[in-house]
């Protein structure tokens, strides 16, 4: 993975991994400039809790 240095466009793609009833996981991914080079990327689940 690399880095982004001043003056970068940083691009995010995400997309939804996993939807249950009450939660959703989406990863997302940082692509520096026109590139495919990653900078960054993870997943995130939320939980939704109606009480």
């Known amino acids: 993975m690399d880095h982004s240095i001043h003056g970068d466009m940083i691009r995010f793609?995400?997309?939804?991994?996993?939807?249950?009833?009450?939660?959703?996981t989406v990863y997302t991914k940082a692509l520096?400039?026109?590139?495919?080079?990653?900078?960054?990327?993870?997943?995130e689940t939320k939980i939704m809790d109606d009480k």
């Not at 995400?14 to 939807?19: F, T």
């Not at 520096?32 to 997943?43: I, L, P, Q, S, Y």
């Open 13 to 24: 793609i995400s997309m939804g991994v996993k939807a249950g009833k009450t939660s959703m």
């Open 32 to 43: 520096r400039n026109d590139t495919d080079t990653k900078v960054a990327e993870g997943e």
